[in-house]
């Protein structure tokens, strides 16, 4: 009887934290008589959310859709860079190091110039996500090409093994969870992305939801709109996890 | 109840015969005077060698010395998978360059791969050399049956023991027949217990093979039991001390250690290692 209850308990622990935390918030802002415009109770936030539920609901969707279309595009991008650099030394002494260089640059600092060259539109945004997705993604697979242990390249060699087979077989599964690691960061960035793409020139998308609503003192809608954004991250990096533990059954 | 063995799934390399001994009676291995620094410069540091050295085909050759000798270096050179600075060496009357298909290795630490079955890494040299994957896949599951791993192909190498992972690191090594067999202390992670019985088993295996085997360990009592010719190596730089044919019949089992001729070869070996060379 104990351990059912016990697993129940773990379970509710986090929910019930929130829920506590709400009816905190609520009472602090009701005692407090903190104005809606500051911070909004979560009872506000609601009621604006279910009278704004269309719009919410349409602008989550451009904002999801600029996430998912930029992270698969910089995937797509940067696993065969990932594979050459690996791959041949000379490639890896020449673009390795510019990657690296590349990768220090505060990639929001660059989205005013992205809407300066690809103007107002979906693309300027999809192309700051895969700007922010596709350096975590690269340097992760990249390191987990290299993570391969000396015995393992040991047995492959004594095998004479192609470098393709020694690919193949040992360093594209090893690289595998590092893959997903660089996912996981990566995924938490192009909302992110989005959100700054949405912030500095947009007509949609949750990011400009927040910029329209606080310029107008519509501070419950702004935090509607916040917490989907945070919902949305939640889930995708979940899905990301999901992913990896159906694929990665290993254990090192 | 055993399973058939299945036939060689290579077609025998040039010079040799069906039982895998080459006819012109070259030696598996010959080294002429190869030695084996580190490092550079100010630093350089011999590790090995001189050495002079024969392994006759088909034998059982045991490597042991105090930790440090070189040992391991010793079954890199003969692997290829390292040059030596100086000297030259052999294998089967061919200079060597680098690894061969004909040679099998059983690492210290199992090395498989954690995210493949143990068929699948018993597998491997199939898939590298591009073997007959219907024969491969026969003599696979033979091997495994023989090494009592037949309930466990399917097992990721996390779910196994330590002398279980080391039973399928064994049987990949001579997936593909290997001519000469290296053993780079295969029993040095696990304990004594499992290292004794796992030590004999692979003493039948051999026999049941018929190949040359080079074993590298620091374990005197282990060198003696498995081999037919122990070599006692010195300190770094590691030279041969000691060069002994071990004249105990096959098969062996528990009981040879207390035969008082393993006994006697015992004590040489020993008195040798443990009265060290002083300049």
Redesign the interface.
């Given at each position: 009887m104990a351990t059912p209850w016990k697993a129940v308990s773990t379970r509710a622990t986090t929910p019930l934290i929130y829920f506590v935390l709400m009816i905190l918030w609520e009472a602090g802002v009701r005692l407090f008589h903190i104005p809606g415009w500051m911070l909004p109770a979560p009872t506000a936030i609601i009621a604006i959310a279910k009278e704004w539920a269309p719009e919410l609901l349409y602008n989550s969707c451009i904002t999801v859709q600029e996430t998912i279309i930029g992270f698969v595009l910089a995937l797509v991008l940067s696993l065969p860079l990932a594979v050459i650099i690996a791959f041949t030394s000379t490639t890896r002494r020449l673009l390795y190091p510019i990657l690296l260089g590349l990768q220090s640059i505060p990639k929001v600092a660059l989205a005013p110039l992205v809407i300066l060259w690809l103007g107002i539109g979906n693309w300027p945004k999809i192309v700051i996500v895969v700007l922010v997705c596709f350096f975590p993604i690269l340097v992760n697979v990249v390191a987990g090409f290299e993570a391969v242990?000396k015995?393992?390249l040991?047995?492959?060699?004594?095998?004479?093994?192609s470098k393709l087979?020694v690919f193949r077989?040992?360093r594209a599964?090893i690289a595998?969870p590092h893959l997903f690691t660089g996912c996981k960061v990566a995924i938490t960035f192009a909302v992110i992305g989005a959100v700054i793409g949405e912030f500095v020139a947009a007509q949609e998308g949750l990011g400009y939801m927040i910029l329209m609503s606080t310029a107008q003192s519509q501070t419950p809608l702004a935090f509607a709109a916040i917490i989907l954004l945070t919902v949305i991250s939640v889930v995708l990096f979940h899905a990301i996890e999901i992913l990896e533990r159906k694929l990665?059954?290993?254990?090192? | 109840m055993k399973a058939e063995r299945p036939a060689a799934i290579t077609s025998s390399a040039a010079g040799t015969n069906a039982d895998g001994a080459r006819s012109d009676g070259a030696p598996a291995i010959e080294l002429f005077g190869v030695t084996k620094n580190f490092g550079r410069g100010q630093e350089i540091v011999r590790a090995l060698g001189p050495i002079d050295l024969a392994i006759e085909s088909g034998s059982f050759v045991s490597i042991v010395g105090p930790s440090g000798c070189g040992k391991s270096t010793l079954l890199r050179l003969i692997a290829g998978l390292e040059k030596p600075t100086d000297g030259r060496l052999r294998r089967y009357g061919a200079e060597l360059d680098g690894p061969s298909r004909e040679v099998g290795i059983v690492f210290q630490d199992h090395v498989l791969f954690p995210w493949a079955s143990v068929l699948e890494n018993v597998m491997l040299p199939a898939d590298v050399l591009s073997l007959p994957k219907a024969a491969a896949l026969e003599r696979a599951r033979w091997l495994l049956e023989l090494t009592g791993l037949k309930d466990f192909t399917e097992h990721k190498p996390h779910m196994l023991s330590g002398g279980m992972k080391q039973r399928a690191a064994f049987c990949r090594a001579v997936l593909a027949d290997p001519q000469l067999l290296l053993l780079d202390e295969p029993f040095g992670a696990l304990d004594a217990l499992t290292r004794e019985e796992l030590s004999l088993e692979l003493s039948r295996l051999w026999q049941n093979l018929g190949r040359t085997a080079l074993l590298i360990t620091h374990d005197i009592g282990e060198a003696i039991l498995l081999g037919d010719r122990i070599i006692v190596m010195s300190d770094r730089p590691g030279r041969i001390r000691l060069d002994m044919r071990v004249d105990l019949p096959r098969p062996r089992d528990v009981n040879t250690a207390k035969d008082p001729r393993f006994i006697e070869i015992k004590q040489t070996a020993r008195d040798l290692i443990f009265t060290r060379e002083r300049n």
């Open positions: 242990p015995p393992m040991d047995l492959m060699y004594s095998l004479r093994a087979a077989r040992l599964p595998t990665v059954t290993w254990r090192p | -």
